[in-house]
């Protein structure tokens, strides 16, 4: 059954299956035709004995000379290669063997029905019975090289095209497998280019010069074109983030200068406060611009080292737990299991993913709501998890929300820049960590799956 399902699923696989199943189907074809044709020919040279035969006899028109003629001949025939069968009108059969059914045109008789003393006769006989003199006489040749032929032919089938079969689907299936190897190569490339590896290439033998190693060149430039495009995309963000910054930092200074040196009516003070609230706003979204900018270039894995999982949750936990009492909230923390809970990665960006999450989930979330962030490992993956029970993500949003700057629509009156799921999912990028967003019927769960290497399977 899996085999069957490889071959289905596998194209390399399933080219191989066919071109084997038409190599069988045409050789068969062919040595079919070639035993048909061979015993038509040597079963009509045997009706043309039979008949030259019976002829011979009837040229002998005085019945006593048929009569003794009969007799020398079935004495002298080996009834394994010819069978004499004549009973005359009236007196004693003259035969080699004991009985022979009656026939009429050519029919191909089996031994079971030749009665024989010696037992000495052939697997099938082509027989004709005809009138001869004052009797009837049946002559049956041995069909026994039509057996030996077929057999020989199943012979060659059997020693020379099996082995041949044999070969041809092993190489068919090295082939295969080695195709279907670059096949998942250049998949896996693919996949890798989707997630937003954009530096995943495909390899290129210098050697070779086939289909695949050309698609698999086409996806390196693909994959080169698309990664300097976003590059030079994400460079010029970052300078603009960059350029900006400096200059609204001086007027959010300015501002501030205004607020302690100038004295304000009550609505040019609130006029102001909103201007330094907004300038503050963009700080931090250019902000995050370029700690995005950093994450994904990569910069940062230097600082990458053992983290303990554990640590991060319970420090976010103390730290914003006690903001959310203030609020009106409720943070609670769930760890399953004793660890340990170690991944390779930044401290610090890990503990700025889990504390946007929550702060997202306490944003979004009702008052006296509960947000639950549970943290467990399995054999193959430790998982983080922050759940509330806002009004959650529709489905067909949870991969926009991952963007830059994209907000929903019913969330743009609240405040935030658009940036804080995009930063965690660079930052799960950065780790290698899978992102998901799912329903939590009602809310949002959000996870965090850490791939364990089997190194750190303990």
């Avoid at 035969?95 to 022979?100: I, K």
Wanted: charged content about 25%; aromatic content about 4%.
């Amino acid at each position: 059954m899996k085999l069957r399902q490889r071959i289905s699923r596998s194209t390399p696989l399933r080219l191989t299956a066919i071109f084997l199943g038409i190599f069988i189907l045409s050789s068969a074809a062919s040595f079919g035709a070639a035993y048909l044709v061979i015993r038509a020919n040597f079963e009509s040279a045997l009706e043309d004995e039979i008949e030259q035969t019976i002829d011979a006899y009837r040229d002998l028109h005085d019945q006593e000379t048929l009569l003794r003629r009969l007799k020398d001949d079935v004495e002298a025939t080996d009834s394994e290669l010819t069978i004499l069968h004549y009973r005359p009108d009236s007196g004693t059969v003259i035969a080699n063997v004991d009985g022979f059914p009656p026939v009429r045109g050519f029919t191909i008789v089996g031994e079971k029905a030749i009665e024989e003393g010696d037992d000495d006769v052939s697997d099938s006989y082509l027989a004709l019975g005809a009138r001869v003199g004052r009797g009837q006489l049946i002559v049956a040749r041995t069909r026994e090289p039509v057996v030996v032929l077929g057999e020989t032919i199943l012979s060659v089938v059997l020693i020379g095209l099996l082995p041949t079969i044999l070969l041809a689907a092993s190489a068919g299936a090295f082939a295969a497998r080695n195709a279907r190897r670059r096949i998942d190569t250049i998949r896996k490339t693919l996949g890798a280019l989707t997630e937003g590896r954009l530096s995943a290439r495909a390899p290129v033998a210098a050697t070779e010069r086939d289909d695949l190693t050309e698609i698999s060149a086409a996806v390196n430039n693909m994959a080169s074109a698309q990664e300097a495009l976003i590059g030079s995309m994400r460079q010029v963000s970052a300078d603009i983030a960059h350029d900006l910054k400096t200059p609204i930092q001086r007027v959010a200074v300015i501002l501030d200068e205004i607020a302690r040196k100038t004295t304000l009516s009550e609505k040019q003070q609130d006029l102001l406060d909103q201007a330094l609230a907004e300038t503050d706003r963009i700080v931090q979204t250019f902000q995050a611009l370029l700690q995005l900018a950093q994450i994904e270039g990569g910069a940062v894995r230097d600082r990458f080292g053992p983290t303990d999982l554990r640590e991060i949750a319970e420090d976010v936990a103390d730290f914003l737990g006690a903001e959310a009492e203030e609020r009106g909230y409720r943070l609670d923390l769930t760890v399953t299991g004793d660890g340990p809970f170690i991944v390779k990665g930044d401290r610090h960006l890990l503990t700025q993913a889990l504390a946007n999450l929550i702060g997202n989930a306490l944003r979004h979330t009702p008052p006296a709501s509960t947000v639950n962030v549970d943290l467990w490992r399995s054999p193959a993956a430790i998982t983080l998890r922050v759940a509330d029970n806002g009004p959650g993500i529709p489905e067909a949003e949870r991969e926009k929300v991952l963007r830059r700057l994209y907000r929903m629509e019913k969330s743009r009156t609240t405040e935030g820049s658009g940036l804080g799921l995009s930063l965690v999912a660079a930052i799960c990028n950065l780790h290698d960590a899978r992102l998901t967003l799912e329903d939590n019927d009602p809310g949002l769960k959000v996870l965090i799956r850490f791939g364990l290497d089997r190194d750190d399977v303990r």
